[in-house]
C-alpha cells in the first residue's frame, strides 16, 4: 500500500525512502554541497529531501532575494516540533533569507474549530517563542491569516478558478468545505510574497514536515497555472522527519502528554521524560548483553534533534546504547540534564522578549 500523507493527521511517517520515492521528492543529498555553511540537521539527514531547493541556493548563491515562509497553526502551544521549524527558520535567516511567519488562525478556526480569542492569544506566544529561539525580528515579518488584506484573498479567490474537486482530491484524499478553504488559504500564504506588494520574493522556500507535502503540491501545481497571468513562481521546500511524542507517535500539540512543550515547567519536562518510550530491552541484562535500539528510542531522537550538536559525542551516545554500555535510566537522566538547561536558558529568553513588547510591534494582528 503506498504512503498516504494528511496534514491534519497525528501520526509518525516510518518510511522515509518511500516517501521520497512516491511523491518525487529528491533526497537532501544532492544539495548538500551548494549549502554555504553547515547544520546539523542536513548533515544528520533530519532534514532529508527537498523539491528545487537547488534553485533556491542558487538564487542565494547571485545574491538575488530570497525568503523562507512557515506557517503555524496556533491549537496548542509549541513543542519541541515547533522549535525544528525554528531552527530552521534561524539558520536559512543567518544565511541571508527573509523570514516570514503565518500563524493560520483561519484554519484553526475552519478545520480545529478554535475560539477566535483562543487563536489570536496564542499566535502571540508563538511568535516570542519564535524570537526567543533566536530569529531576528528586524529580518522577518509575521501576520494572521485574517490580518491581510483584498490582494491576499483575492489569490484565494483566483486559486479557487483553476483547480478542480477531481485535483485536489487526487492530492488531499477524503475533503471537506473547510478544508478546501484552508488548503487555498495556505496556498495564498506561500504564494502571496512573490507579489511586488508583498515584497516581490520570487525565490521562496518552505520548511515543512514530511506531512505536510500535500500543501507544497497543491501550491506548485496554482504556482504553474498562475505563471502567465501573476507571474508566480514555484516554491521550493525541504522536508524535515517528524520528531515523534514520547509514546513514539508524531509530536502533536493535541496531545501534550507526550510532547515536551517550549514552556513546560522543567520539572514536568523531567517527569515526561522519565516516561518515555525507549528502545531498550525488557530486562537490564538482557540489555547489557544485547544492547538496546536507539533506532525506536524517543529519548534518542531527541539527541539528534535537539541535545547534542557535537556529532562525535552523538556516535558515542550511538555506541554506548548498542554495546549496552550505558542503561536506559542512566541515558535518560542525561538527557533530563540537558533537557532542562535548555527550557531554563530558552524561558528566561522567552520571558525577555515578551516584556520588551517586541512582538506586539512585529505582529500583523487582525482587527477584530
Ligand atoms: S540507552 Fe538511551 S538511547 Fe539507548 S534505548 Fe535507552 S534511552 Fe534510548
Redesign the pocket.
Known sequence: MGVKLDPWGHYAIEDYVKLLAEFGIHPIDEVLGSLPRKHMYFERRVIFGHRDFNLWLDALKHGEKVAVLTGFMPSGRPHLGTAMVYEELRFLQSLGAHVKIVIADAEAYIVRREERSDVVKRGVDFIAHAIAWGIDPEKAEFYYQTAMDNEYYRLIQMFSRKISMAEMEAIYGELTPGKIVASLTQAADILHLQLDKYGGYRHVVVPVGADQDPHLRLTRDLADRFEQELGLKRPSSIYHKLLRGLDGNKMSKSRPEFAIHLDDDPDLAEKKLLNAL???RATADE?RRLG???W??S??EL?VYHLVGDDSELRE??D???TGR???G???RR?VERLKRRLIEHQERYREVLSSGIVDKVLRKPSF
Do not use: F, H, R, S
Open positions: 525507549t528502545g531498550g540489555q538496546g535500539e536507539p525506536k528510542c529519548i534518542y539527541y551516545v550511538y554506548e546504547c548498542v550505558v542503561l536506559c542512566q541515558c535518560k538527557a
